[in-house]
């Protein structure tokens, strides 16, 4: 991992339950909030608040979407079951992992702190609008201090 990888992730603390959990919250998001074919500023409120009733299920705190953001904000990069690389501003792992599954109907397989997009870069992109699909793997590929001598991709 290079000096900036370490830096970014040192000041962040990554949850503590398992993802199958957090993916259990998530479903249940789901269920509350429905498929919803355009976001609304109703609809969003909604999706807030099945992700705050879960956090507090959890025994985790919630916090004020209007007010300041807390130590813990950060720009979360997460793949999911299908490849796709994703990522949101959340206050903790747990949320931006909830929030992440409802929101992209996928069960998450890893997610990490990037407010620098240290790892969201290390995957190439497709043209815009196009999804980031990658091979699933159990954690972020390497940063460049470890590129393998053959490509990945």
């Not at 953001?69 to 079951?81: E, K, L, M």
């Not at 690389?85 to 996928?106: D, K, P, Q």
Request: proline share 8%; with cysteine; hydrophobic share 35%.
């Amino acid at each position: 991992m290079s000096e900036a990888d370490n830096d970014t992730h040192s000041s962040r603390t990554v949850g503590t339950l398992p993802l199958d959990v957090l993916w259990e919250a998530a479903q249940r998001v789901m269920e509350a909030t429905g498929i919803v074919e355009r976001a609304t500023d109703e609809t969003a409120r909604r999706e807030w608040a099945a992700v705050a009733r879960e956090l507090i299920r959890l025994g985790l705190p919630t916090y004020d979407r209007h007010g300041p953001s807390t130590p813990g904000r950060a720009w979360w990069t997460a793949q999911n079951d299908t490849g796709r690389i994703i990522g949101r501003w959340a206050e903790s792992y747990e949320e931006a992992v909830i929030e992440l599954g409802a929101g992209f109907r996928s069960r998450i397989v890893w997610c990490v702190a990037d407010t620098g997009l240290d790892i969201r870069n290390r995957y190439p992109r497709g043209k815009q609008g196009e999804p980031c699909i990658h091979p699933v793997t159990a954690e972020p590929i390497p940063g460049p201090d470890f590129a393998p001598i053959t490509p990945l991709f």
